[in-house]
């Protein structure tokens, strides 16, 4: 159901932050020097999942000194929802996948279910590797046999979380910091 601005508001009010905006940084730095340690020599293309993988991308791929190239999917499970359920493809990548070190950055690993698809796709469109990134891995044990990310920036707790591309009801995407809504707003 959507909310207004306002009440968009009121949920940031209400919230608890996890992690400030330089302990978000602070974990952005290490994921780029471990990318830069493991690809820095494979021209790779980035590709950002939109729409919560883009603040993630953007702040990324600054911190990246080696070529790369940049492209985007769109792919959801949850559309309007909080709960998932088949893969939405909206946008699929415009640049060919073959023979390439993929680099896929995402927001949240929380089942896996979607990251995972995502990464199969990749791998049947012939990417020589595939690599993943997500800001945040949400602690929980509802991910049992699915994929485990290869750069991950902050663990978070089992909540409802936005802030640095994830939403809440599709605002709070750009608020500085991982903040988890109050119990009442989930």
Same mark, same amino acid.
């Given at each position: 159901?959507? %909310?207004?601005?306002? #009440?968009?508001?009121?949920? /940031?009010?209400? @919230?608890?932050? !996890?992690?400030?905006?330089? &302990?978000?940084?602070?974990?952005?730095?290490?994921?780029?020097?471990?990318?830069?340690?493991?690809?820095?020599?494979?021209?790779?293309?980035?590709?950002?999942?939109?729409?919560?993988?883009? %603040?993630?991308?953007? #702040?990324?791929?600054?911190? /990246?000194?080696? @070529?790369?190239? !940049?492209?985007?999917?769109? &792919?959801?499970r949850y559309g309007d929802n909080i709960v998932g359920d088949s893969l939405d493809w909206i946008v699929r990548p415009q640049k060919k996948l073959k023979d390439r070190?993929?680099?896929?950055?995402?927001?949240?690993?929380?089942?896996?279910?979607?990251?995972?698809?995502i990464v199969a796709f990749c791998n049947a469109e012939g990417a020589r590797k595939t690599y993943t990134a997500v800001l945040v891995d949400k602690e929980h044990n509802?991910?049992?046999?699915?994929?485990?990310?290869?750069?991950?920036?902050?663990?978070?707790?089992?909540?409802?979380?936005?802030?640095?591309?994830?939403?809440?009801?599709?605002?709070?995407?750009?608020?500085?910091?991982?903040?988890?809504?109050?119990?009442?707003?989930?």
């Amino acid at each position: 159901m959507p %909310i207004s601005a306002e #009440e968009a508001q009121a949920v /940031l009010e209400r @919230s608890q932050c !996890l992690f400030d905006d330089v &302990a978000v940084q602070k974990a952005l730095d290490r994921m780029a020097q471990e990318m830069i340690d493991v690809m820095q020599y494979d021209n790779p293309l980035v590709l950002c999942v939109m729409t919560g993988g883009i %603040i993630a991308t953007s #702040e990324i791929v600054k911190r /990246l000194p080696f @070529s790369l190239e !940049l492209d985007y999917l769109h &792919a959801t499970r949850y559309g309007d929802n909080i709960v998932g359920d088949s893969l939405d493809w909206i946008v699929r990548p415009q640049k060919k996948l073959k023979d390439r070190t993929v680099l896929i950055i995402d927001d949240i690993l929380d089942v896996g279910k979607t990251l995972s698809e995502i990464v199969a796709f990749c791998n049947a469109e012939g990417a020589r590797k595939t690599y993943t990134a997500v800001l945040v891995d949400k602690e929980h044990n509802r991910k049992e046999g699915m994929l485990v990310a290869d750069f991950t920036g902050i663990t978070v707790p089992d909540k409802y979380v936005f802030g640095y591309g994830m939403d809440y009801k599709h605002y709070l995407r750009n608020v500085k910091g991982i903040f988890a809504a109050h119990t009442d707003d989930e």
